[in-house]
């Protein structure tokens, strides 16, 4: 199974911000690699797919890039709407893994 | 619009079955694969299962092989799993989501609560 690790676990920062979170696979995923935003008591939502496809209504301030194993979300001037829990996850091959998640808080 | 509605979550005892069931509207439920995801109250993402669009083909994660079984019935726009010899481990909300490009999660239910204790 692929594994995938997310740092930092949990994040600290300020409105208007940028900050950045990393996602490594233990093999290449091809940018088979998925974002998602979770808020308190809501299901995940899809950010980005293939590491750098904004999916339809996502604000621009998120970007996604990488490649092989390695691959960061960044989150541009960031918004009071946007803390939330952020998870990657491979689409490469079953099983989907996630990453243990991203705890962004004010 | 995209609506999937999961459906089934109970408290249940240990060694139990159950069947969570996931209703797909807004979209041709036909031309999707499908997932199922769990996630423990507190805690991270667990991806669980994913059904082709004409159940062919099946994946499993290790944690629930062998116990739990998906399916789907496109005539109902319906998806579902099996849930066998479940443990208190096994407590969890429950989500069901529809596999968009590249096999990404592009929508998401909102979630069915299982409880499994004595």
């Known amino acids: 199974d692929i594994q995938m690790t997310q740092s930092p676990s949990s994040l600290s920062a300020s409105v208007g911000d940028s900050v950045t979170i990393t996602c490594r696979a233990s093999?290449?995923?091809?940018?088979?690699l998925n974002w998602y935003q979770q808020k308190p008591g809501t299901a995940p939502n899809l950010l980005i797919h293939?590491?750098?496809t904004l999916q339809s209504g996502v604000p621009s301030r998120f970007s996604g890039s990488g490649s092989g194993t390695d691959y960061t979300l960044t989150i541009s001037s960031l918004q009071p709407e946007d803390f939330a829990t952020f998870y990657c996850?491979?689409?490469?091959?079953?099983?989907?893994?996630f990453g243990q998640g991203t705890k962004l808080e004010i | 619009d995209v609506q999937l509605v999961e459906s089934g979550g109970v408290v249940i005892q240990p060694g139990g079955s159950l069947r969570l069931s996931c209703a797909a509207s807004?979209?041709?439920?036909?031309?999707?694969?499908m997932h199922w995801v769990r996630q423990v109250p507190g805690k991270g993402l667990e991806w669980v299962s994913r059904?082709?669009?004409?159940?062919?083909?099946?994946d499993y994660a290790d944690s629930i092989k062998g116990r739990f079984t998906i399916s789907r019935d496109n005539s109902k726009s319906s998806l579902y799993l099996q849930m066998n010899s479940l443990r208190p481990e096994d407590t969890a909300f429950y989500y069901c989501?529809?596999?968009?490009?590249?096999?990404?999660?592009?929508?998401w239910g909102q979630g069915t609560l299982v409880t499994v204790s004595s």
């Open positions: 093999q290449d995923i091809n940018s088979y």
């Open positions: 996850q491979q689409s490469y091959s079953a099983p989907n893994t």
């Open positions: 293939a590491a750098s």
């Open positions: 059904i082709s669009w004409d159940g062919s083909s099946i």
């Open positions: 989501a529809r596999g968009g490009y590249g096999s990404c999660l592009d929508f």
């Open positions: 807004g979209f041709d439920f036909n031309d999707y694969r």
